[in-house]
């Protein structure tokens, strides 16, 4: 498996509410282009600018503003870093978090579109069996066994 691929999978995904995958999602299959490569966010983070609208947002300021609501170009950027500190102490390693974002801005969009894509969409497979599987177990808890 891609370093990447694992990287997202055991760092990334767990973090993210499903809010913030399907707002990646929906942004991957339309191409939106205020998803960019090579950016955290736009403009860029600097004092005078805090307050202004996060105008393009790379990978995780994109979730962060799609999918949690965010808006300002504080909130953003605040989003990103703490992703990615998250990330990084779920895997152990700072570097992978950088790795992961390194492989996002670098890889050809179209490409890079495509294969986290099927990421996304399997995380989202995978939520919705577990919530599936918790709610019959659930509901066996609660319908009385009968008995002879």
């Known amino acids: 498996m891609e370093p990447w691929r694992l990287i997202f999978r055991k760092g990334f995904a767990p973090l993210l509410s499903n809010d913030s995958l399907v707002a990646l999602q929906n942004g991957l299959k339309q191409d939106d282009p205020a998803l960019v490569q090579g950016c955290v966010v736009f403009p860029r983070p600097m004092p005078g600018f805090w307050d202004l609208p996060a105008a393009a ?65 399997l995380e989202l497979r995978k939520r919705k069996t577990a919530s599936r599987i ?15």
């Open 57 to 121: 947002v790379g990978l995780l300021g994109y979730m962060g503003r799609e999918g949690e609501g965010l808006f300002s170009v504080f909130e953003v950027s605040e989003f990103h870093e703490r992703l990615m500190q998250a990330a990084a102490q779920k895997l152990g390693q700072m570097d992978a978090a950088i790795l992961f974002l390194s492989w996002f801005d670098k890889t050809p969009r179209d490409l890079m579109r495509k294969n986290l894509l099927q990421e996304t969409h």
């Open 134 to 148: 918790r709610e019959k177990q659930s509901a066996q808890q609660r319908i009385p066994s009968s008995s002879n």
